[in-house]
């Protein structure tokens, strides 16, 4: 396993540098923002040249965090939710949507890109329960140890832990699977985590398994310098042996859909999953 030493002080946020493709801005641009610039929209083009839809995989993996946090903040009865790797703030955030079911709901928002906590603290943080915290998912010691961000929850309650889309940008050399396993481990009982990620199914579907693979290496490849594309078994480890709440860990709009399906789904959305664990 890697050191918790050696995970940080390597994987340097873009920030304000207009010289390098950002995740943030990219995602960004994907969702129809205009906080981004020529070397971002540069990046995500080599991503359409291949998927050419991979803005409905933004719009739907946003859909997909909504009903998780409405399923968590409504029936699950989470009134405190960490979302990491928030990004730059865009329509329905997740305060937004939890505070619709509970008006109590508190929602502690990461990000370790200086813009996005910025764009963060001016736009968002408009209430008592909603607050910015600069910081990375592979701080040592995990968030779940930071006084930064333990201030504002109560850890002795259930929390929802958010990594949506932001583990297909952490590289195998820093050990995903150990660093969720920490996390797994300082979660209160009653918690859930929550979980989105590109998704290879593997040479059984092979034209799938083709288009991942191209994506993978444009992503990485081509200007973001990150985006795997893993398997489901790798992914399911991302939830250290916690019980997957049904229907498990699926396509993305498989995931308690809000209604039948308005049109056949474009190949680059089935290469994306996500789910949620329970932790008792």
Known sequence: MTEQGSRTGVRKPVGVDTTRASIARVYDYSLGGKDN???????????LEVAPRQGDVSIMNRRWLHRVIRYLAGPAGIDQFLDVGAGLPTVANTHEVAQQQNPESRVIYVDNDPVCNAHGRVLLEQNENTHFVPADLLDPGTLLGKADITRYLNMDRPIGLVLCGLLHHIDEEFDPVGLMREYVELLPHGSYLAISHFHDPGPEHPELHALAKELERRFTEKGLGSGWYRTSEQILEYF?????????????????????PLRERYPEEWVMVGGIAYKP
């Open 37 to 47: 610039y020529d070397v971002d929209r540069a990046a995500y083009e080599q991503i």
């Open 240 to 260: 250290g042996g916690l019980e997957l709440v049904a229907p498990g860990l699926v396509q993305l709009d498989d995931w308690w859909p809000a209604g039948p």
